[in-house]
Structure formats: C-alpha cells, structure tokens
C-alpha cells in the first residue's frame, strides 16, 4: 500500500497501536519489530481485540482485507508521522541533549501551556518509535509541539529531525553518554550537531547556552556564525538583550533570579540540584520568545513535580533521598555528586550504581567517579554493579541491588542525606523501601 493510501486510513483510525496488549478499538496495529520479538504474530489477535487494521510487513500473516502488507512496518509508521507532521504549520521544537532533556522538555511544555495547545512528547518516547507516535497525535488545535530526541548511534537524529521537520531546536549540553555507540566526546557533539544541522538548512532558529563553548563551536560549525537565528540564555554575569539567571539557593531546592525583557523575577523549583539551572533558564528562554509572560513562566515552573524518579527529593520515616535511578553517565554522575557535595548537610551517604554503555572507555569512568568522591572526601559510599566492582577503590562493592538490600537489612541506615544515582540498568530503585 502507497504512503498517501495509509495515510487516508489513518485518518479514518487516527489512534496508533504497538502493543496487542493494549489494544484501542477502532485503532491501527503497526507490527514493529524488534531484537526478541517480531509483532506480527500478534497481528490477528490485535484485531480480535478491537483493531480495525494490521499493518503488518510479512505476508504469511495477511490473510484477509483487514490486514495491511508493506515492506517494512517501522518505516511506514516513520513516513506516515513525516506525512502527519507536514500538514500542520506549527512550530516545533525539537529537543535532544546528553543530560536533562526530559527534564528541560517538560519545563519547556508547562511553560507553553500557559498560552497555548500544546502536543508534546510523553515520558521518554524519544526515539526511532517514540518520535513518530508523538507526531501521529497531532490534532487540529494544536499550536505547538515540542519534541524529545535521544540517540545512542550516528545518525539517529538526524532521522528524527527528516520525521518530525522542527522549526527550533534546542540541545540542552553535551557529556560523556553512550560512548559504547557515539565512540568518545567528539562523537557525542557530532551526532547531537544533527539537529542544529537541520534547523539551518530547513528551520528558523535554535536556542542556545551561550556560555556553553561545545555548544557555540557545534552551531558555528553548522552555520550558526552570528546571532540573528540564535536565541540566547545563560547564568550570570547578566547581559543585556539575554535571558540570564541565577541561583538564589539549592538547600536542597532550587531556586533562581531570572531576567527577560520584560523584568526581573524569582523562581522556586521543585528541583533538586544546580545542575537545572540551565534547564530551567533553557525553559524561560523559549517561554519569552514565544510570548508567555513572567508570571505565567514562574507560574508553570514552580508548579513542575519532577517524575520518574529524577532528581526527586523525599523524606522516609528514617532518611532525606536524593534520588536519581533514571539514568546516570559520567557527565550527569559528577555533576550529581559536586552538587551533593556542595550541599550544607550531614551526615551524607551515597549509594551509586554503575554507568552503562561506556564501552572501552567504562573502567577509566568508573575510576574517575571513585577519584572525584576520595576528593570530595566523602566516607560512606556504597557501590553498585559489574564495573565499579572493576575499579580501586576503599568503599564497599555490591554486585546487585539485592545483594545491597540484604546488607542493609542487616545494618540499617537512619538520619542519614543519601544521594542515589546510576543507570537504570542497575535498578537502585529497587533499594528505596529499604531507606
């Protein structure tokens, strides 16, 4: 079946469905592939539990009209949502980073939403799937979209811009993520460069941190040489015709003095962490080029509950969490614990799980995470995973989670600040009723 001929389908069924466990009636069942499954043996149950089609892209398993044969099911679904996508003339912004995109996403989607109808992606759905699910939800009232990329390979984003044709981008910073795939930094900026590559050839403008020097090299070398398609922000010192802030105070809140054209105000966050400073003035920077006044941006940002377990403080019976199990590199893993470090409180401990997908790189990180907390001085640390097990160091190791939690069945913490943070691969969330 032609793109357009699926396209008048979808318009018909405009609800997209993945999963035949979860089946909407009346919806389309794409039958997506991945390395341990292959959905269309699933295609005939999606339709006895209410599906009205099956695109499917193997064709012993279409035996009847209600079944949609192309050659690739993902790549359809990729070109339906590009199809989707065009016929909306809205703004969209796309939104990629190594650290804090998801949290920088949703600020920046609270603060639209004071003005406008937005569409913006759920939770992570930021990849090669994600990204076209978030397309094909587009309605006729929406006024803006503000789209999540991630990747972990050359390439990805780029493919993401082609589906999803932003108008603006924003790349929150660039780190030490993914190296397994990217390579080392290098690649990392060169991936992530995608996107500015994308807006200066076919969108309007990016948004940018001005005193971040990767970014400034990433969007020069794309085409970015002077500021009439760059909107700037950054923390202080204060510049004039520039969103820029500061941080007030970070115990354990965060809470920052912004200045837009329009005045100078405060924000308290709900956010753990001076490391969101950028993000949050990332949001205020979007926010005032798109017309949402001061109060309305205070208002949206201070009203953001962070979720998912990312940067979230809570108080148990027995201790005060800092809790970050998300995810963790070595970027977003130093900054947590400089942060914890600068904190005015005690006594501190850190449970910290392994950074994955570090590649050859892997043991060199893990050692430098170990240095920097010897550094820092901190005594009680507890250590999580395969690759700090790896590395030297004088604190004790746990090869899992479980093997953590049966330790500290036996030897409870209590009064404690506990810092938890590593890749969400390890699981220290699993410890959290243990605390």
């Not at 699933?42 to 599906?51: D, H, I, R, T, V």
């Not at 065009?86 to 190594?98: E, N």
């Not at 820029?244 to 956010?271: A, H, Q, R, W």
């Not at 001076?274 to 940002?301: M, R, T």
Request: glycine residues 6%.
């Amino acid at each position: 079946m032609e793109i357009s001929e699926l396209y008048q389908l979808f318009l018909q069924h405009p609800v997209i469905c993945t999963d035949s466990r979860n089946c909407v009636p009346d919806s389309l069942f794409f039958a997506l592939k991945g390395k341990n499954y292959d959905a269309n043996i699933f295609a005939l149950s999606a339709l006895e539990k209410g599906c009205s089609y099956a695109v499917v892209d193997d064709k012993k398993y279409a035996i009847d009209e209600r079944f949609i044969l192309v050659k690739d099911a993902l790549q359809s679904l990729q070109e339906l949502a590009r199809l989707h996508r065009k016929q909306f003339d809205i703004p969209v912004i796309a939104i990629t980073g190594t650290n804090g995109k998801t949290t920088t996403k949703e600020l920046i989607s609270t603060v639209l939403m004071k003005k406008f109808n937005l569409l913006s992606t759920e939770g992570n759905l930021n990849n090669h799937i994600g990204v076209p699910l978030t397309l094909l939800q587009l309605k006729p009232g929406h006024e803006i979209a503000v789209i999540e990329m991630g990747a972990n390979h050359p390439g990805e984003i780029k493919k993401l811009a082609e589906i999803a044709s932003p108008n603006y981008g924003l790349i929150t910073n660039v780190g030490k993520a993914h190296l397994e795939g990217f390579g080392s930094l290098e690649g990392v900026m060169q991936a992530k460069a995608e996107l500015y590559e994308y807006i200066y050839q076919e969108g309007e403008a990016i948004f940018i941190n001005k005193k971040n020097q990767y970014l400034q090299q990433m969007a020069e070398k794309a085409g970015f040489t002077d500021t009439s398609r760059k909107i700037e922000y950054c923390l202080k010192p204060f510049e004039n015709n520039i969103i820029t802030g500061e941080i007030v105070d970070c115990s354990p809140y965060l809470i920052m003095k912004c200045i837009t054209n329009e005045g100078t105000f405060d924000i308290e966050t709900k956010l753990i962490g001076a490391y969101n400073a950028e993000n949050v003035l990332a949001a205020v920077a979007v926010g005032n080029f798109f017309g949402v006044h001061n109060e309305q941006i205070k208002h949206g940002i201070e009203n953001y509950q962070p979720q998912n377990n990312r940067s979230q403080f809570s108080v148990t019976q027995h201790n005060k969490l800092i809790v970050d199990t998300y995810n963790a590199n070595p970027t977003s893993m130093q900054a947590a614990i400089l942060n914890f470090a600068d904190m005015n409180f005690s006594p501190k401990t850190l449970i910290l799980g392994d950074m994955l997908e570090l590649g050859k790189q892997s043991k060199k990180e893990h050692q430098n995470i170990i240095n920097l907390l010897q550094q820092k001085n901190f005594q009680n640390v507890f250590l999580v995973g395969e690759q700090f097990s790896k590395v030297n160091k004088t604190y004790p190791s746990f090869e899992n989670v479980e093997d953590l939690i049966n330790y500290l069945e036996q030897h409870p913490l209590c009064n404690q600040y506990i810092l938890i943070k590593g890749s969400r691969g390890i699981h220290l969330e699993k410890v959290l009723p243990f605390l």
